[in-house]
């Protein structure tokens, strides 16, 4: 069993997913229902967004109270290109 693990992460040597993590989107509005309703208290709310530090249980119980669907789960990159889109809408609805 273990070589068939083996194989089926080889290039990774980790689980699908799990290079990806919980992340508020500009929806927020800091109400922290997902820090109250985490059922391992793993959220917590740092200047008025909600933070997931490691190891979170991938239970998605935040995802599913959050009253503005401000969740979602990526990976790193995805979530920097998220960030950088909307940094770049930002400002071009300024000028």
Not at 26 to 39: A, H, I, L, Q, T
Not at 54 to 73: E, F, H, Q, T, W
Request: with cysteine; aromatic share 10%; hydrophobic share 30%.
């Amino acid at each position: 069993m273990s070589s068939f693990f083996n194989n089926l992460f080889k290039k990774s040597r980790s689980l699908p997913g799990l290079d990806a993590r919980f992340f508020a989107t500009v929806d927020c509005d800091g109400c922290g229902e997902c820090e109250r309703r985490c059922p391992t208290g793993h959220i917590k709310m740092v200047e008025g967004r909600p933070v997931w530090p490691k190891p979170c249980l991938l239970c998605a119980s935040c995802g599913s109270v959050c009253p503005n669907d401000a969740i979602r789960y990526a990976t790193e990159k995805d979530i920097e290109e998220y960030w950088r889109l909307v940094n770049e809408s930002q400002q071009n609805s300024e000028e």
